[in-house]
């Protein structure tokens, strides 16, 4: 089945520090890569995504490239501000295989201070 | 931001009793999914519907049933509420384009606490 591995957290972070959180996945088919933050007390949103090896998606600073030969997704970002503190998480769906379901991570808490 | 509400937003609730969570969307999107999400396990899929009156089971189904007799309305029930089920609920939409690629749009959640 299919399954998405994410850093643990807490993470906490200076701001204008550089940042990374660790996605890798398994699948059985063709996955797209999604990367949802949730900020408190909200639903979750969608920062950015990727559809294909070697796509690079990328939002508000963030970035995360599609590495089929290490089937990972690692999230970036240069330069965290405090607004960037929430939770973010990994996901994953499968068209390929058929389903259209989302797989997610269990999510890395970023705290980010002054 | 897409289309999405929520009923209850929060709502506490004795065991045994049967609880119904409402997902409304304006967007007339196909798929309607509700997940629960629960500390150290991030969000897990219950049910998910593909059309009106088409539904199917997601990792987590047990203990709860869903309905969707309109394509902006999709419900969730739990028959008999158990404490284990105390979390917050999330209803998300998609519309799937050509390519399968299918990014979910999320509701403002349902704080469920069961005493």
């Known amino acids: 089945g299919n399954s998405v591995t994410q850093m643990e957290g807490p993470v906490?972070?200076?701001?204008?520090?550089?940042?990374?959180?660790?996605?890798?996945?398994?699948?059985?088919?063709?996955?797209?890569?999604?990367?949802?933050?949730?900020?408190?007390?909200?639903?979750?949103?969608?920062?950015?995504?990727?559809?294909?090896?070697?796509?690079?998606?990328?939002?508000?600073?963030?970035?995360?490239?599609?590495?089929?030969?290490?089937?990972?997704?690692?999230?970036?970002?240069?330069?965290?501000?405090?607004?960037?503190?929430?939770?973010?998480?990994?996901?994953?769906?499968?068209?390929?295989?058929?389903?259209?379901?989302?797989?997610?991570?269990?999510?890395?808490?970023?705290?980010?201070?002054? | 931001d897409?289309?999405?509400?929520?009923?209850p937003r929060h709502k506490v609730t004795e065991t045994g009793t049967p609880v119904t969570l409402r997902c409304h969307q304006t967007e007339n999107h196909r798929y309607m999914y509700w997940y629960r999400q629960d500390p150290g396990h991030g969000l897990r899929l219950i049910h998910y519907s593909y059309g009106v009156k088409d539904t199917d089971k997601g990792e987590v189904s047990d203990g709860y049933s869903v309905s969707r007799s309109k394509t902006e309305d999709f419900l969730l029930t739990l028959e008999s509420a158990t404490s284990s089920q105390t979390s917050v609920y999330f209803c998300a939409i998609s519309s799937a384009g050509l390519a399968g690629v299918d990014t979910q749009y999320f509701g403002p959640g349902t704080r469920l606490t069961v005493l």
């Not at chain 1, 995504?49 to 796509?55: F, L, M, Y």
């Not at chain 1, 990328?58 to 503190?85: C, I, M, P, W």
């Not at chain 1, 769906?93 to 002054?114: E, M, N, R």
């Open chain 1, 12 to 114: 906490t972070l200076s701001e204008e520090a550089f940042l990374t959180i660790n996605c890798t996945y398994t699948a059985t088919g063709y996955p797209s890569l999604f990367w949802y933050v949730q900020y408190p007390g909200e639903g979750l949103q969608l920062l950015l995504k990727a559809t294909k090896a070697d796509d690079k998606g990328s939002n508000k600073g963030f970035e995360a490239t599609y590495r089929k030969e290490t089937t990972s997704f690692h999230l970036e970002k240069g330069s965290v501000q405090v607004s960037d503190s929430a939770v973010y998480f990994c996901a994953l769906t499968d068209s390929g295989a058929g389903s259209y379901q989302l797989t997610f991570g269990k999510g890395t808490k970023l705290s980010v201070i002054p």
């Open chain 2, 2 to 7: 897409a289309g999405i509400t929520q009923s």
